[in-house]
DNA sequence: CCCGAAGTGAACCGATGCGTTTACATTCCG
DNA sequence: CGGAATGTAAACGCATCGGTTCACTTCGGG
């Protein structure tokens, strides 16, 4: 209800302004972010945020708010329940390894790291809205194929845990420690492939 | 030569200061510690400080430097390359385990993170000094078992990798994301043989 | 015991950055 | 058109924090 579009209290302006906020919060993170580089960068003035937020630290928590309703609306991406296993799992593999390594991917796990103090809920919030959600479908497939006998798994969490950790084998390393940024197809599907290898070694019906 | 302790210049509370500024940057990172905690914590004035170090940037990066030469140190941690394969997996995932999740490892990896911008060598110096050394350790392990014919294993970079990153299933989304801190011998116990049985149902010889 | 080196504590400087204010412009809508 | 709501630009107050200075005290070796 309301006015149509949930624009509330909102000016013409809020749009750019989470926009701006949002580009400028996600590369720099809150400490670094300077609210005179938002307003530039939303191309609005200063006075305009702040008639939109009380402070710094609320616009922050609605450009959290905002992102992790973007993920969480484009989450859920179909998994095929009825697909061959080792299709499944290659396409779950490439899937998570493509948001890993995305810019976007980097960024929020960067922030998510570095602001766990100052935001408690931060990182539980993006995780619950977009990796829970992947992580909970895997495991429910998990469980049809246990039951159709394609899969022989006895610790369901632990196995969605297993594979998700071997999808980043390499890679994460390479990213946090080496600030490795950019990844070859060629080594995505290695690490991919081989994530599905091992996984089905342990799990796959003989 | 020199003068018998490698003091050189070094006033006689340049320990205290570095212990005190060990303790403030590991627990509030590089921008949100304060120099002036530093001074108190360390129980000296600012002006001794700053005239040890020129600045607060150079006084973190010698803080890091030593920390990752005492990591350097201790992780020459031996690895009896005779034991048996499945025991030498659960001590090294343990071991590994313990690290992970000790507060040291914690505070230093989200250190890692939130200071990759302004400090580039600062994670991959900690990564060569420390995790390294063992994943070294592990891939030459893998190329001695392999000969011998209790592994087999074609991409040993990879199979490194992908033990290390089993062993951190479960344990590291629920420190990253839900901010546990603590963790049971149980649950630790539970991702460790799950890392080697899994690795083995893969590597293992049949 | 003496003297220079090391350390102290507190005030101070300058930059940065959040948030406010004010005087003025633009936009929207009846 | 006309007035109210919305937005602008720039200056300002104020707190924080890195780094400096200075007058003074403590320490330690000859």
Known sequence: MADGSDQRKRGRKFDQVRDGA????????????????IARVAGVSKA????YFPDKR???????RFECQRQSDSAIAA????????????????TMLAFMTSDFGQRIFRICVAESERFPELAQNFYDSGP?????????FFAEAT???????????????????????????RMVF?????FTPA???????GAVATFLARYGAR
Chains 1, 2 share one sequence.
């Open 22 to 37: 949002r580009e400028v919060f996600l590369s720099a993170g809150f400490e670094g972010a300077n609210v005179d580089d």
């Open 48 to 51: 305009t945020i702040y008639s």
């Open 58 to 64: 609320l616009m922050f928590m609605e450009v959290v």
């Open 79 to 94: 998994i095929d329940m009825a697909a061959p296993v080792r299709d499944l799992l290659l396409y779950a593999a490439r």
């Open 132 to 140: 829970a959600v992947v992580r909970n479908r895997l495991t429910e």
């Open 147 to 173: 039951a159709r006998g394609d899969l022989v798994i006895d610790d369901l969490d632990l196995a969605a845990d297993q594979f998700h950790a071997l999808c980043k084998a390499d890679i994460f390393d």
């Open 178 to 182: 080496a600030q490795s940024q950019t």
């Open 187 to 193: 080594e995505m599907t290695r690490v991919a492939e």
